[in-house]
């Protein structure tokens, strides 16, 4: 060992003592009011009861998804896939059964002992289902024309089993119009 390098090593200063009439008291409070501002809104946020958010009624919610559900049109498999469930989902609400757990033919039974669809309703939601079968099982691609009707099944089917109030109507959705 060299001798020499012991010799360079620096001495360690005590730490520096701030003096309160320097100005760096402030600092100090400056944290404690932030830290008494956040403890204030946190018993505030934690006190104020939350306000339950109104429930979009599940016509309008089945709505509001089919619009989005264009977006799919060009993958058909997917887009008659996704109105299908759509359906089932909203139905199974509206009605308050679980749909998407079932098979159509299960759905389909449920569906028969239900009053409040008519036959013809359920005749159309029966051929819908089977025709979104054929798309999701046996991998059966349908041209745009059939995606728009099935589109158009599905609305009519939200449209026609909405609760309405009387003296309304439900309200229509249109296709989007395809730039060309």
Known sequence: ??????????????????????????????????????????????????????????????????????VLIG?????????????????GERFNFHAPERSSEEFLQELQRMPQMTEAQKTLLGQFLLFCDLSKFARHDPSED???????IAVQLVNETAPTLPGTAPPRIDPPQLKS
């Not at 996704?82 to 909203?90: F, G, K, N, S, T």
């Open 75 to 91: 993958t058909p498999a997917l887009f008659a896939e996704a109105v299908a469930d759509i359906l089932r989902v909203y139905l």
């Open 1 to 70: 060992m060299n001798d020499t390098s012991l010799t360079d090593i620096i001495e360690i200063k005590p730490p520096l003592e701030l003096d309160p009439g320097d100005g760096s008291g402030w600092a100090v409070w400056v944290l404690i009011g932030l830290f008494l501002a956040g403890a204030a809104l946190l018993f505030w946020a934690l006190r104020t009861p939350a306000q339950p958010r109104p429930e979009t009624p599940p016509d309008t919610e089945a709505q509001r998804k089919l619009r989005q559900a264009w």
């Open 146 to 152: 059939e995606c728009r009707n099935l589109h158009t």
